[in-house]
């Protein structure tokens, strides 16, 4: 079973939205609690949920809201199929199911305890790490310097720029570096792609890195932090979206000798080493 250790994840529960934010042109932020107005579980950041409508299918999403949030659960979600062109039709009020959790999480209370971090993120690819971000953020106190590098094709493209810009700027000790591919009218920060923005800002390397985005950006970006002096045990990153049941069963998110929904999604990047080289 995947490690949630919870048997009940395998069933499902009703949910309802009561928000949806449209964060970009093609990703809606969906808030999710049960019809009792109550939140669907208990979850860790890093850990992932499948949302379910009936007769139409099912897929795994990062849960995006942070453990801390007692209230309810939310869901970044980019339209890029049939079920995700159901969801994005949805409104308010409107009902889905939902079960979980699955998968491991980041090691938020170990190997992140006490120390730096770096979390670079290249378009959907904040959504996993909203988790874990807002959850440093609530127990600030436990962690040390926090530098966030996020970057999307368009200012227009960058998810959840409102609370990037109102709450995760504004506070001390927290260092937010936005970038978009190309020069917009209207967009007076930097310019450039991810990994070259992460080589620009030229990071000390007493911190640990969190990465997720596109593969390409993924694999630039790791090789920057190496050229910088960074080694793979002291990086991470999350694969959820080659999970499909969550369970270890139907293959799909077995890469190498791992499966990505009972070993991960969470994985350092020393731990991936050994999996076939489409996937370094």
């Not at 250790?5 to 499902?12: D, F, G, Q, T």
């Not at 995006?64 to 409104?91: Q, R, V």
């Not at 807002?134 to 959840?160: A, C, K, P, Q």
């Not at 999970?243 to 994985?267: A, L, Q, S």
Request: hydrophobic residues 35%.
């Amino acid at each position: 079973m995947a490690a949630n250790n919870r048997p009940e994840a395998l069933i499902p529960v009703l949910g309802v939205a009561t928000d949806i934010r449209i964060d970009t042109p093609d990703v809606k932020t969906f808030r999710v609690v049960t019809p009792d107005g109550k939140k669907a579980f208990i979850h860790k950041p890093g850990q992932c949920a499948m949302l379910s409508i009936p007769g139409v299918g099912e897929a795994m999403f990062s849960i995006t809201s942070s453990p801390t949030n007692e209230e309810y659960m939310e869901f970044s979600i980019k339209k890029c199929g049939c079920l995700t062109d159901w969801l994005h039709a949805m409104e308010v009020g409107q009902q889905i199911t939902i079960r979980g959790p699955y998968g491991n999480a980041f090691p938020v209370d170990t190997a992140f305890a006490g120390q730096n971090l770096l979390f670079i993120a290249g378009g959907i690819g904040l959504a996993p790490l909203r988790s874990v971000i807002n959850y440093v953020r609530h127990y600030r106190d436990r962690y040390g310097r926090v530098d966030i590098v996020y970057g999307s094709r368009s200012m227009n493209d960058l998810v959840d720029y409102q609370e990037i810009i109102n709450e995760w700027c504004k506070e001390d000790g927290i260092n937010v570096h936005l970038t978009i591919d190309r020069e917009q009218e209207g967009w007076d920060g930097h310019v450039g792609f991810v990994p070259n923005y992460v080589t620009e800002l030229n990071f000390p390397t007493d911190c640990i890195g969190i990465i997720c985005g596109p593969p390409i950006m993924i694999k630039f970006t790791l090789a920057a932090l190496e050229k910088m002096g960074f080694s793979k045990d002291q990086v991470y990153t999350t694969m959820e979206m080659r999970m499909k049941c969550g369970i270890g069963k139907c293959g799909r998110c077995n890469i190498g000798n791992k499966y990505v929904c009972k070993d991960g999604p969470v994985f350092r990047f020393d731990q991936l080493d050994e999996l076939p080289e489409e996937y370094d």
